[in-house]
């Protein structure tokens, strides 16, 4: 900077010298080349940033872990199963089954039982056809396993009908099963290996200590892909995941970016998903107040969710009155009202004009839920209005859930994974299994029942949505996304969903240095 200013100022002292001597006559000025400070190499204009190819698109796995999508951990193992594995049905960025290893289905019984007719023509990594047995052999695996156990309480039976149908049996009708079936299915009798044998657009490929993801020549589905290979490197952990990311050795990182206290430096594209999974507020209606539902429905009205879901969970996250996420097409758009602190806070005056002295709620929340403390406090201080006081209560994880359980709680901030059949009887139902607080209410079983079993269920939302805003057994806050990072400007295309970040992977662009310019 200094060296091109002085030159500039010399350059211009010439011309005014030369100029003045030559009585403005017009002489020939001297080349620029002539000029003592004149540089070559600095002339040159600055190169256009270079193209941030890269060499090879990497990804982070757990070495020694299984790539099993039943039983392995959340995270890397289970993102990688979704270049690996399908399932029968795919969920879209609204939530809605795809079709995808089924190829029709038929329900029966009124909702109590469903034939799904596989694909056919469809092949597993070793070369041996998909098979009613190997769908049904996962399915029933999943019946007992840690993390499909609860979404499939309600199956009573699965079987395989020859070699192309598999028939399941429900305990009660249920009009959405497609919607809980996105499980990745394996080949029966290799479900033990490392990585067993799966029907998605790459294969799993070891080298010695060298392992990686490789296309599948014979992926039913025949799409281009973005890459012909896919390095896997080692990650110990979740920190060590990160480091490989933000060092630049792998290539695309999921995270929650609102829930997360990860330090992330470098520049990156960010690519978020909805999630079904919740954040709200739990009722203990054994309280004399809470058992009131004007008074539910008055505190529901005072949480302003829109700040919450663009300040607190810095926009990675949507603002809900209901527990239907926002993305999905049975979100009744219709039913939600605009926050206003006035009519919210003559809402609750009017909820509260009948009760006498002081009152005031504990709000229990999970301490190392980040993020969640800062949010109980925002609400509790919005609620906090006349003679009602909030007062927030951040406890460790196991002390908190031993009070849930316990019910030794008022309100309670809360987060949990729904279904995208956006079944929450657990949650409200009589005797649900996270029902804490106790809510029970006859019409409200009816409704839920009616929305699980019911074939129009656009239709019957209504009807549910109108019961729950005027009963408030919880109070819904918001549904948070999962960031996919990747490189600035190395990846394009990318669409993730919450159940896989790799969602049309064929449509992404991944453009590599050629071998030669990689030292290839």
């Not at 019911?454 to 939302?461: I, K, L, N, P």
Request: overall charge negative; hydrophobic content about 40%.
């Amino acid at each position: 900077m200094k060296k091109n200013f002085q030159r500039n100022v010399y350059i211009g002292l010439l011309i005014v010298l030369s100029l003045l001597l030559s009585g403005c006559r017009g002489e020939e000025l001297p080349d620029e080349e002539d000029l003592p400070w004149y540089d070559e190499e600095e002339q040159t204009p600055e190169p256009e940033e270079t193209e941030k190819r890269l060499s090879a698109f990497c990804l982070a796995f757990h070495r020694g872990e299984t790539l099993d999508p039943v039983t392995c951990g959340e995270g890397v193992q289970q993102q990688i199963g979704r270049l690996l594995y399908e399932p029968l049905f795919a969920l879209d960025e609204h939530f809605q089954p795809r079709l995808v290893l089924c190829e029709r289905y038929d329900v029966l019984d009124e909702g109590m039982t469903y034939v799904f007719h596989i694909r056919p023509g469809v092949h597993f990594s070793d070369g041996s056809e998909l098979t009613a047995a190997d769908v049904a052999a996962t399915l029933r695996r999943c019946l007992t396993s840690e993390r499909y156990a609860a979404r499939l309480s309600g199956v009573r039976s699965v079987t395989a009908q020859g070699t192309d149908a598999v028939q399941i049996q429900l305990h009660r009708p249920h009009m959405a099963l497609e919607a809980l079936l996105d499980i990745p299915i394996v080949k029966a009798g290799t479900e033990s290996h490392a990585v067993p044998a799966g029907t998605g657009p790459y294969l799993c490929i070891t080298d010695g200590d060298a392992v990686c993801l490789r296309r599948n020549e014979d992926w039913w589905q025949g799409k281009p892909l973005p890459v012909e290979e896919i390095p896997l490197l080692d990650a110990k952990d979740a920190d060590t995941v990160q480091y490989l990311f933000t060092s630049r050795e792998v290539h695309a990182y999921a995270i929650d970016l609102a829930g997360s206290t990860a330090v992330l430096t470098g520049s990156f594209d960010c690519v978020d998903a909805p999630t079904p999974v919740m954040q709200y507020i739990g009722v203990n209606v054994a309280h004399p107040l809470l058992s009131d539902s004007a008074v539910r429905c008055a505190l529901s009205a005072a949480i302003d969710r829109e700040t919450i879901a663009s300040g607190y969970l810095s926009g990675h996250g949507s603002a809900a009155d209901f527990p239907i996420a926002p993305q999905s097409s049975l979100y009744p758009h219709g039913f939600s009202k605009p926050y206003s602190p006035e009519e919210s806070a003559a809402a609750l005056r009017g909820a509260l004009a009948g009760v006498e002295g002081r009152q005031t709620l504990r709000l229990l929340v999970n301490e190392e839920g980040g993020e969640k403390v800062a949010i109980a406090q925002f609400i509790a201080q919005a609620l906090s209005q006349g003679d009602l006081e909030i007062i927030v209560t951040a406890l460790p994880w196991a002390e908190y859930m031993a009070a849930l359980e316990a019910g030794d709680f008022d309100l309670y901030y809360g987060e949990v994974k729904l279904t995208a059949d956006w079944d929450i009887t657990p949650l409200v139902g009589t005797g649900g299994t996270l029902n804490y607080g106790g809510y029970t209410d006859e019409t409200m079983d009816f409704v839920l029942d009616g929305f699980r079993s019911s074939r129009y269920r656009e239709a019957d939302v209504s009807g549910f949505c109108t019961i729950f805003a005027r009963e408030c057994p919880i109070l819904p806050v918001a549904f948070g996304s999962v960031s996919l990072l990747t490189h600035r400007d190395t990846v394009s295309g990318a669409s993730p969903t919450a159940a896989n970040i790799f969602w049309n992977f064929s449509d992404w662009t991944i453009p590599l240095r050629p071998a030669e310019e990689s030292g290839g």
